[in-house]
Each structure stands twice: as structure tokens, then as C-alpha cells.
């Protein structure tokens, strides 16, 4: 029946199987070794509850991803500047590239096991694709620059999780040092696009 609101067990299953998930996912090394077993048990539920809440692991994935996302995608499609739709572009890009990318600093394990579920490729992933469009439609706007696409794809590439996970990793880059390098790449790549007459 369209509008019923959920059990409250429902509601209260839902948010330990989202709990368990995102603990379990910052606490692995790998978020491909996370199982949906594993899920279960640390929630306290069985696994039919799981499949009947969230589809599969690729679904439960994305519903934790979007409800951490939630605060940051309604500040895009409805805020004040920088990231609200009203910003002028010029503006608009570097912030929603700075946005992006500290979320997927602060939720790295998150955002790495979300990046493998694209199927074949990670830019098939609905996440990626929203925020090309959105980047996309920023960059449209921009006089001089002629290709959207392409640059909108260049730029989410510097924020992409395993690259996030390389450079605070591997490199031992500090949030600081990533915000600063992709603001001054931003900038680059957007004043290098000669004015329109």
C-alpha cells in the first residue's frame, strides 16, 4: 500500500544492517571481503532480511552511501552557495569537486567499495553518473570551455577513492594537501579555457 510507513522493527533492522555495514567496511582492509554473511551477523538479523531490505550487496552498499551522502547532495540541488544551484559556475565546480572529495576522504571505505560496484566500469556506476551530470551542466556554463564532458571526467578522475585511498595511503597525503593540489588543478583546468567573443 503506497505512503504505509515502515514496521518499527523494519525501520530498526534497516538501521543495524546499515550500522554493522559501515563498521564492518571501515574496519576491513578490503571492502571486497566484507560478505553479506558477515553483514548479517554483526546486525543481528538473517540474511533474508538483508535481500528483502536491500536486494543484494551492491544495494545495501548504495543505500549506506546515500544516506551518508544525503546532507551533501540536498546542499547541491537546493542550498546557498557554493554548492547550491544559484552559485555562478566559475565558483560552482571547484566547490562541488572539494565536496566530493572530502566526502570520500571522510568515508573511504565506503566510497571504495561503491566505486567497484559499476559492473564493467566504474563511470556505469549511478553515483558517478549523477555527479558527471551535475560537474557537466556546472562546466556548460563556463564561457570558453568546449568540451563539458570530457573535462567533467578529467576532474572527478582526481577525486576517484582508490586515488583518494593512494595519496592518504600510500603517499601520506593530508585532507589539507588533497584539498589544496585539486583546487589548484581545478584552477588550472578552468582558466586555461580561452574567452568566448
Not at 538501521?15 to 546486525?43: K, N, Q, Y
Not at 566526502?103 to 558527471?132: C, M, Q, V
Request: aromatic share 6%.
Amino acid at each position: 500500500m503506497p505512503g504505509r510507513k515502515p514496521r518499527a522493527d523494519a525501520t530498526r533492522n534497516r538501521e543495524a544492517v546499515l550500522a554493522a555495514a559501515d563498521a564492518l567496511f571501515a574496519r576491513e582492509g578490503s571492502p571486497e571481503s566484507v560478505t553479506m554473511a558477515d553483514i548479517a551477523a554483526a546486525a543481528g538479523v538473517g540474511k533474508a532480511t538483508l535481500f528483502r531490505g536491500f536486494g543484494d550487496r551492491t544495494g545495501l552498499i548504495r543505500a549506506l552511501y546515500e544516506m551518508r551522502l544525503a546532507p551533501i547532495r540536498l546542499a547541491v540541488e537546493e542550498g546557498a552557495p557554493p554548492l547550491g544551484p544559484t552559485t555562478p559556475p566559475a565558483q560552482r565546480v571547484p566547490a562541488l569537486l572539494e565536496a566530493v572529495l572530502c566526502f570520500k576522504i571522510d568515508n573511504r571505505h565506503l566510497a571504495l567499495a561503491l566505486e567497484g560496484t559499476g559492473g564493467d566500469s566504474p563511470y556505469a556506476a549511478e553515483h558517478y553518473e549523477r555527479w558527471h551530470g551535475i560537474l557537466q551542466t556546472a562546466l556548460e556554463q563556463i564561457p570558453g570551455l568546449t568540451d563539458s564532458n570530457f573535462t567533467a571526467h578529467a576532474l572527478l578522475a582526481a577525486t576517484r577513492a582508490d586515488l583518494v585511498e593512494h595519496l592518504a595511503g600510500q603517499q601520506r597525503m593530508t585532507r589539507e594537501q588533497m584539498r589544496s593540489q585539486l583546487a589548484a588543478f581545478t584552477a588550472r583546468v578552468l582558466d586555461s579555457c580561452p574567452p568566448r567573443d
